[in-house]
């Protein structure tokens, strides 16, 4: 079971820690999630080291970084999908709001209300997809009359981009739309239970270029009302759809700051060698 083994110290309106590139560092907006000093262990393996990181608000954070740099442990760690591996050990601040998110007494089906998720490969469930989106809702009691259910499965989905394509067949099962669409209903399921933050890990990955061109959209649109983080092998996506831009690279976050300002003019020689393709 992973373990917190540090007090929630931080301030958490800082830029302690990180190596933004841009002037905006210090005059950015108050985080909404923060990370200080977090470390990662798999058993012996240490897998993000020393990572102290804000998520600003109503922004998108992307996390890019080659093949096994600590990415999704990172975002696993956010809303603590990292709890059911038993070789998992944490330690350092993680905060949502002024939440010390690892607080032991914190409910964790709360905290992943609050910070949502969207994988890789879309995952329905065998369900209608009315009921895909109505799932989560009827778990937390967000509504109490089967009209407020309706409405709010209807403006899940129009806020996912999804509405028309589904009106007609929202008894039929969500696994028989395409994969676009199918990303399109697990945003939208996210969506139901009024996140503040949603993760990301690699979402366009299994998708064909058009459904990544409508994610993409999706994501700039959600930002109205949404902090969400990204994971993303694809420099160009970090690039079209985020604020800010994070660089892991063998567990250790080499630099952090605006997007445009770390992928024209990165601090550090790996952070240049990854995104003009010398490795990763
Ligand atoms: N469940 C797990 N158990 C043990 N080790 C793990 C587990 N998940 C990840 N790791 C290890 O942690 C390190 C970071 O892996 P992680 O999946 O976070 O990287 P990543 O940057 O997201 O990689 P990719 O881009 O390939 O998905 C790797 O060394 C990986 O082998």
Known sequence: ???????????????????GSGPSAGTRKRAKM????????YGDNHAI???????????VTALIGPSGCGKSTFLRCLN??????????????????????????LDVVQLRARVGMVFQKPNPFPKSVFDNIAYGPRIHGVT??????????????RRAGLWDEVKDRLDLPGSGLSGGQQQRLCIARAIAVNPEV??????????????????????????????IVIVTHNMQQAARVSQRTAFFHLGEMVEAGETEALFT?????????????RFG
Not at 1 to 19: H, I, K, N, P, S
Not at 34 to 41: D, E, F, H, P, S
Not at 144 to 157: A, F, G, I, K, P
């Open 144 to 157: 109490n009359t089967r009209d407020e259910l309706e409405e709010l499965v209807e403006r899940s989905l």
């Open 80 to 105: 603590r999908m990292n709890d059911v591996i038993d070789t998992c050990r944490i330690t350092g601040d993680i905060t949502l709001d002024d939440v010390d998110v690892y607080d032991p007494n």
């Open 1 to 19: 079971m992973a373990q917190m083994q540090t007090a929630a110290t931080a301030d958490r309106a800082d830029t302690r820690g990180e190596t």
């Open 198 to 227: 949603i993760l990301m890990d690699e979402p366009c990955s299994a998708l064909d270029p058009i459904a990544t061109a409508t994610i993409e959209e999706l994501i700039d649109e959600l930002r109205d009302n949404y902090t």
């Open 265 to 277: 003019n990165p601090r550090d020689d790996r952070t240049l060698g990854y995104i003009t393709g």
């Open 49 to 59: 080291q020393d990572v102290s990181l804000d998520i600003g608000n109503n922004e």
């Open 34 to 41: 923060a990370t200080r000093n977090l470390n990662v262990y």
